[in-house]
Structure formats: structure tokens, C-alpha cells
């Protein structure tokens, strides 16, 4: 009786020690299993993070885009609905690169002084891709360009005109920022690079936007690091692709759209690849007459002592970054007149908005300064 209680309580203790070493076993791996794949894989809760973001993203485009119109007698297969679109972890990444066309709130007229460019713009860019059927009598002739390359001095509208092209086309705008690029594991720049062609494929019409783009597809030289000339070499290879047929028959409706002030350092392979190239320089009296007109629009002006044609020629020499300075810095001194007049008042309810003079032709000319 003895040795079958003694055995009873020898089973019973290795039930429990089994339980509990399978307890501890199960807390243990929930315990350690997030830290045990940090180590291992260290951008996996940043891949997690951008798909999650990546899939809010895509389901705000769902309803946002303008379907492609196909050209009769074709159908493309390319262009899966985003509901149903299903990327990987280096396409999650670019999403977060993607911007809606309703997103942008910039359009043409909201860019001064650039009218024949803008034409321009619209018939090689926006029409080829909102209106492919219009140009089916020249076959891929008359497609949108593989590449647009907008070059000038800084603060001319370069940025301004890439967004209002991206609103007025309603193509997904991916605006493809340098650290995007530059990943620090070695081949991952070049998956990366590849995400780009193929959520844009998914995702076309698309434009894809590098601003400042002699910083990545700047000129070759012979002491370049081996991975950046592996990325120029593979962003170039997918570039052409884009021109090859798709299923439709016609070149896919990707534009890779630059922008830069230093022209003369993209690499010539590239700016082959660019065959449509806008000089954005720096604005004339009449283009400076249109975006003083612009940006003043909103403000309150003394109009009897107010001369936008005369402000026009004092801003001689500027850009239209330069010139909003301007009209900020002049927009300004009624408001600093004002606040001298009531100096003593520390009360809001004392101040009195209406009061604020409209603005003038002298505010422009301050400190010794002239706008």
C-alpha cells in the first residue's frame, strides 16, 4: 500500500513538473520571441509598421483615382483595382512615398508666369495620360514621355509645377525621397529601386517624382561606391522597360518626372532618358506681375497707395520663392504699425484686426532693403 502511495506521488509530481516546465516553455517563447526576432531581423517591426500604413494608404486611393481610359479594341490586365492590389514588403515602403492627386492642393493656377510651359506640359504629359485614346491615330508615337526633367535656379516653382502636374493629370504621384533610397543593406537599394517600377505599374497612371535628382542619378564617376553605380545601372534598365508593350499594346503611362538646379550634374545616360526638358528660370516683369497677383490675392491692400506694377520692377532679379518672402516680410509692417500704435494694450480683446492699414507699395522697400 505503501510503494503504490509512494508511486502515485512520484506520478503526480512529474504531471506537475511536466505542466509547469511546458508553462514556462510557452511564457518563455511569448516573452522572447519579439526580442528573438529583433535580433534576427531588426526592420521587422518597420516593415510591419509600413505595411500597415502602406494598406491605410492604398485604401484612401481606392475611390480617389481616375480609372485609365482604354483605347477601343484593347483591354489591359495591367491595371488591377487597388482593393485588390497585394505588394511586398519593398512596395509597402514606396506606398508611403504616394500621394493622391486630392491630396495635392496645388494646381495650374496656382503656378504664375509659366503658361507656355504649363501648354506644354499639358499636351506631351497630362493628355497622353488622361486621354490615350485622343492620340490613337500615331499608334505609342504620341505617348507621355518616359521622362520630364524641369531644370532651373531654386525657388522658380520647380516643385510647385511636379504637384500641380500630378493634380491636374490625376496620376498617383510617388515623390521618391533620397533616403528611400539609400538603404543601409548592401542589394537593398536595388530592391527598392525595382518597387518603384512595379508599384508604379500597378498603380499607373503614375508620375514618379525625384526632386533634387543629380543627388541619386548624378554623372558617373570612376571612384563611385560600387552600390550606387549598381542602383544608376538598375533604375535605368527598369526606366526602359517602361516603353516596352504591355498587354494593350501601348507603353506603360509612367513618367519619371526631375527637378533640379544643377543640370549640368545628371549623368548623360539620364538626361537621354529625359527627352522632355523645361528650363524654369527665373521669372520676367509680367510672370512677376502674375505671382504678386497670386500670392496677394487673399491680403487686404491700400488700394490707393498700392502699384503691383511697380512692385513688379522693384522685384527685378527675383524668384517666386524670393518674391512670397517679400510679400510675407511687407504684409508685415502694417501689422508691426499697428502694434506700435496700441503698445501699451496687453488684452487680445483690446486689439482690433479691422484696424491693420492695407497693405502698400512702401512696405516693400524697409531696412535699407529693397524687394
Not at 514606396?94 to 493656377?109: N, R, T, Y
Not at 524668384?319 to 509692417?333: F, H, Q, T, V, Y
Request: aromatic share 6%.
Amino acid at each position: 500500500m505503501g510503494e503504490r502511495r509512494k508511486f502515485g506521488d512520484i506520478a503526480i509530481d512529474i504531471c506537475l513538473f511536466t505542466g509547469m516546465m511546458t508553462a514556462g516553455l510557452y511564457l518563455a517563447r511569448m516573452l522572447l520571441n519579439p526580442i528573438l526576432n529583433n535580433l534576427v531581423d531588426p526592420e521587422r517591426d518597420k516593415r510591419e509598421e509600413a505595411r500597415r500604413r502602406a494598406n491605410l494608404h492604398l485604401q484612401r486611393l481606392k475611390n480617389s483615382r481616375n480609372p485609365v481610359q482604354e483605347l477601343p479594341g484593347h483591354k489591359d490586365d495591367s491595371n488591377t483595382p487597388v482593393a485588390d492590389l497585394v505588394l511586398n514588403e519593398y512596395e509597402n515602403l514606396i506606398a508611403l512615398e504616394m500621394i493622391s492627386p486630392e491630396d495635392i492642393q496645388v494646381g495650374f493656377q496656382n503656378v504664375g508666369g509659366l503658361d507656355t510651359i504649363i501648354d506644354e506640359l499639358k499636351e506631351s504629359v497630362i493628355y497622353p495620360l488622361t486621354m490615350p485614346h485622343l492620340y490613337s491615330h500615331a499608334g505609342p508615337l504620341l505617348t507621355a514621355p518616359s521622362g520630364v526633367l524641369l531644370y532651373g535656379p531654386p525657388g522658380c516653382g520647380k516643385t510647385m509645377l511636379a504637384k500641380a502636374l500630378a493634380h491636374e493629370s490625376g496620376a498617383s504621384f510617388i515623390n521618391l525621397h533620397i533616403s528611400t533610397m539609400t538603404e543601409k543593406w548592401y542589394g537593398d537599394s536595388n530592391k527598392i529601386v525595382r518597387a518603384v517600377f512595379s508599384l508604379a505599374r500597378k498603380m499607373q497612371p503614375a508620375i514618379i517624382f525625384i526632386d533634387e535628382i543629380d543627388a541619386i542619378l548624378g554623372t558617373r564617376k570612376s571612384g563611385e561606391h560600387e552600390a550606387s553605380g549598381m542602383v544608376k545601372a538598375e533604375f535605368m534598365t527598369l526606366w526602359d522597360g517602361l516603353t516596352s508593350a504591355n498587354s494593350s499594346g501601348m507603353p506603360a503611362q509612367i513618367v519619371v518626372l526631375g527637378a533640379t538646379n544643377r543640370v549640368d550634374e545628371i549623368d548623360e545616360a539620364i538626361l537621354r532618358r529625359m527627352p522632355k526638358k523645361f528650363s524654369i528660370s527665373l521669372p520676367g516683369q509680367e510672370q512677376r506681375r502674375r505671382i504678386l497677383h497670386l500670392i496677394l490675392q487673399d491680403t487686404r491692400k491700400d488700394e490707393e497707395n498700392f502699384d503691383i506694377d511697380y512692385v513688379s520692377e522693384l522685384t527685378a532679379g527675383m524668384s517666386g520663392s524670393d518674391i512670397k518672402e517679400a510679400c510675407r516680410d511687407a504684409a508685415l509692417a502694417p501689422v508691426r504699425e499697428y502694434l506700435k500704435k496700441v503698445q501699451g494694450c496687453r488684452g487680445s480683446t483690446e486689439i482690433d484686426p479691422t484696424q491693420v492699414r492695407g497693405i502698400q507699395t512702401s512696405d516693400f522697400i524697409q531696412r535699407e532693403r529693397i524687394y
